[in-house]
């Protein structure tokens, strides 16, 4: 399943760090951020609810970037 | 959201200007003639610098400890912070605070610049309808979210609406203006009876909509997802650009502190070795090179859709500046799509009338556009209810039992195998030619033609003048057929004779053509497929970047297209291609320029020839000037097309 959320950050490097720390959530099969378009594309494991995979990808994003913000 | 952002933007302007404007003052207090009393105190000088350094630079310096808390070393603020500590503790109070400032001013700028392209693309796709105007059968009207619509319902749409939703008008007659979709800035007429897009603006007149589809399977909605989902394909330099910049930071700031510490301990001056360290921190940030390449591609992405093109990932962008071939579809794309019937001949024993009236009652249930014409060609049909048994043979023919008889409608390849005596010689006209055979007889012959579109052959003399090498046509016409289009269009190659499934096949032998006269280091290699949708899916999602013509092609083609052309129009080809060398000449240009840049200033700082200042501007200066490069892309006009 595929799913897309908007997302706050401030610049392409700190993108990319969300991007990796949200590959790293359990649950999670791929991600992809757009940084201009402030989107976060999310592809999940079968069988994972995205409610609670986005919460835990939110919390490992603002880990790494205390600024950044993920919608869902 | 975006008024959130602008409001820390607002903040953080505020900042950096009270913080310059101290700046400065204590630099022409320090340095002018007037008595500064204190001036050799050292620890008062240092407060007073730290003042601009805070009010400046305190968001980097918080973050910076909640990184390291995070275990972030490699995180830009942590890394601003620190080259600014070590110059504040070496007694460079200017230096450290200005570095501070000026970085700010990059930060800064660059999110100015990068919410201004968002609004001016996001300005594009503000295509979605916020209302709709249902009228009752009573009269009365409610205002409705477009979501509510249902099929069937009436809409009014006045002057200057948006239309909310795909439908056919019922009342009314007036201009719309399509161009939010289409690029087309010369209005179209509808009146009563004309199907509707969403999306689309009303004019000067009120007109009445039937919805013919719920808001969620519209136009406006369907472009709108297509939109969203392309934000995960990214182009190469993207990837590139951001692979760098994981090893980018780490170098610069491990060769930092080898800098700062192994020549000390040989010849000493400890102060002056770690000054240098800390002008590479200073430019160890890659975020102005990183932002200025998927800005540029979002720019360029913007101007395809000012045009009436939808690209839907930067990817294909990139590949539409690298291409060696285009291969067009023959029928609807390159030609009309509409045949005509242009000569009936029939078999002695048989009337033109006879022929055309069995030749009808087989196609009567195709789509495909040659039956259609026959069928309109008819002028007294036979009742559907005594034809049977009809079967489709995929680009050859119809076979179908009329009454009694079994009628062959198809064309050389089909009497063959059906084993039905012509004599092919006998018409030698250019055109489509359909048999028709009735009880393994052959009963006549129909000639059909689909003439070009009027600029086919301008859109493929602009292509071939944008550089591609071969523009190539695929067509399941006979050779003759294509012979003669081929040379009428200006075109370099053509495959004829093919059946929908050997398209695919073409297609990848043109590939491999490709590869034979290209080295592979080559990146002008690249094919486009363009087609309207008409068994094209599977040659669309096969070439590395499919094309499909928004208004006339399929739903298939267009959700398999990897570039949509809303008006159909293939002149924007050629327009398409220089903004994608564009957008991909201004990135290029932005990573050489900046990396030189950084390259030459990490080598002058470690010889100590440029110091924090000189290094802080030179990085901050090359982010604007890249990001300003950048934004070129947003104010293409239709110059480029």
């Known amino acids: 399943m595929k799913k897309t959320y908007k997302i706050e950050v401030d610049c392409p490097v700190c993108a990319d760090k969300m991007e990796r720390a949200a590959k790293k959530t359990k649950g999670v099969k791929n991600v992809s951020i757009n940084f201009m378009m402030l989107k976060m594309n999310v592809e999940f494991d079968e069988g994972a609810n ?12 603002k880990k790494i970037e205390s600024d950044c913000e993920v919608f869902y | 959201m975006i008024t959130k952002l602008q409001k820390k933007q607002k903040h953080k302007l505020s900042r950096i200007l009270i913080s310059l404007l101290f700046f400065f003052a204590l630099l022409v207090l320090r340095y002018s003639n007037i008595s500064f009393q204190t001036a050799n105190n050292g620890l008062f000088l240092l407060g007073l610098y730290l003042i601009p350094y805070f009010i400046s630079g305190y968001d ?18 942590f890394l601003m912070t620190l080259a600014t500590a070590g110059a504040f503790a070496i007694g460079q109070f200017e230096e450290a605070a200005a570095v501070m400032i000026f970085y700010q001013v990059g930060e800064f700028f660059q999110n100015y610049a990068v919410e201004k392209s968002r609004a001016s693309v996001k300005e594009l796709m503000s295509i979605a309808p916020e209302y709709a105007n249902l009228e009752y059968e009573d009269g009365s009207v409610e205002i409705i979210e477009p979501e509510d619509i249902e099929v069937g319902d009436i809409l009014i749409i006045k002057p200057g609406e948006k239309i909310p939703i795909d439908g056919i008008v019922v009342e009314g ?28 603006i009303n004019g000067d007149n009120l007109i009445k909509v039937q919805a013919d589809r719920e808001y969620d399977a519209s136009t406006v909605v369907r472009i709108l997802e297509l ?13 590139f650009i951001t692979r760098f910049s994981r090893y980018y930071t780490p170098i610069v700031v491990i060769s930092a502190l080898v800098i700062s510490i192994i020549p000390p301990i040989f010849i000493g001056n400890w102060i002056g070795w770690i000054l240098r360290g800390c002008t590479f921190l200073v430019i160890s940030c890659p975020c102005a090179l990183v932002i200025s390449v998927p800005m540029a591609f979002f720019g360029g992405v913007g101007a395809a859709s000012k045009l009436g093109m939808l690209v839907k990932g ?15 579809d023959k029928t609807g794309t390159l030609t009309e799509g509409e045949f005509e019937v242009r000569m009936v001949e029939a078999a002695s024993g048989y009337s033109v009338d006879e022929v055309v009236k069995y030749a009808a009652a087989v196609e009567m249930g195709s789509t495909h ?22 079967e489709n043979i995929r680009g050859k023919g119809i076979i179908a039992k009329v009454g009694m008889s079994r009628i062959i409608a198809g064309n050389r390849k089909l009497m063959r195998e059906q084993g039905i005596d012509i004599d092919f010689d006998e018409i030698n006209d250019i055109g489509v030619i359909v048999y028709i055979a009735k009880n393994k007889k052959h009963i006549g012959t129909i000639v059909l033609e689909d003439s070009p579109k009027h600029n086919s052959r301008n859109a493929i003399e602009s292509i071939i003048e944008e550089g591609v090498k071969h523009v190539v046509m695929l067509t399941g016409d006979s050779n003759t057929n294509a012979e003669r289009t081929a040379a009428e269009l200006g075109l370099t190659k053509y495959k004829s ?9 073409a297609l990848e032998e043109i590939i491999e053509d490709i590869k034979s006269r290209n080295k592979e280091t080559s990146i002008r290699n690249k094919v486009a497929f363009v087609g309207d949708g008409i068994n094209d899916a599977p040659v669309i999602s096969r070439a590395d970047v499919g094309i499909a013509l928004g208004s006339m092609g399929s739903d298939a083609a267009i959700e398999a297209a990897d570039i949509v052309i809303m008006d159909d129009d293939l002149l924007k080809i050629a327009g398409l291609i220089r903004i994608a060398r564009k957008t991909v000449g201004i990135s290029k240009t932005n990573i050489v320029f900046a990396l030189a840049i950084k390259l030459l200033f990490l080598t002058l700082g470690g010889f100590g020839i440029a110091n924090m200042w000189t290094a802080v501007i030179a990085d901050v200066g090359v982010a604007i000037l890249c990001i300003l490069n950048s934004m070129r892309m947003l104010t293409i006009k239709h110059s480029l097309y």
């Open chain 2, 227 to 239: 939109v969203e989902t392309a934000a995960s394909r990214k182009s190469q330099t993207e990837r």
């Open chain 2, 314 to 328: 930067s990817n294909y962008l990139e590949v539409m500046g690298n291409l060696d071939t285009i291969v067009f």
């Open chain 2, 369 to 390: 556009p040659i039956a259609a014409a026959i069928v309109e060609s008819c002028e007294k049909p036979f009742s559907a209810s005594i034809i049977s048994d009809v």
């Open chain 1, 50 to 61: 995205p409610e609670t995979v986005m919460q835990e990808v939110r919390t490992n994003c």
């Open chain 2, 173 to 200: 007659e007036g201009f719309i203006n399509t161009s939010a979709l289409t690029g087309e800035s010369i209005p179209r007429f509808v009146e009563t009876g004309d199907n509707i897009v969403s999306g689309c």
């Open chain 2, 497 to 505: 004779e093919l059946l929908p499934q050997d398209k695919v096949r």
């Open chain 2, 60 to 77: 980097v310096i918080r973050k910076s400890v909640f990184g390291i808390c995070h275990g972030q070393v490699m995180d830009e603020n």
